[in-house]
């Protein structure tokens, strides 16, 4: 099992996120939960990123919104960054 870290910052996006699509909370839940047993099942589809964001990963939330993060494989620590559309969270 795997500890999700959750800066503040990412809890101002979160907030700001989840009140604009309060539909998504019970589905960004699931995601939550999924991430602490095994972000590495095939559904949450964890990916590398490239470029300026190399060194993190995102899942999908949907097909429009994603969840950018860093793993700590050897302290099983997953600190979540940022919530929102594909634009919001590959920005600089």
Do not use: C
């Amino acid at each position: 099992m795997f500890t999700i870290v959750t800066p503040e910052s990412f809890l101002k996006y979160a907030r700001k996120f989840l009140k604009k699509n309060s539909q998504l909370k019970p589905k960004f839940e699931k995601l939550i939960s999924d991430l602490i047993k095994d972000p590495f099942q095939a559904h949450l589809k964890l990916h590398p990123l490239k470029g300026k964001l190399t060194g993190l990963y995102a899942v999908n939330l949907t097909f429009s919104y994603r969840v950018t993060l860093t793993i700590e494989i050897i302290e099983k620590e997953i600190i979540l960054l940022d919530i929102g559309s594909h634009d919001e969270v590959y920005r600089d």
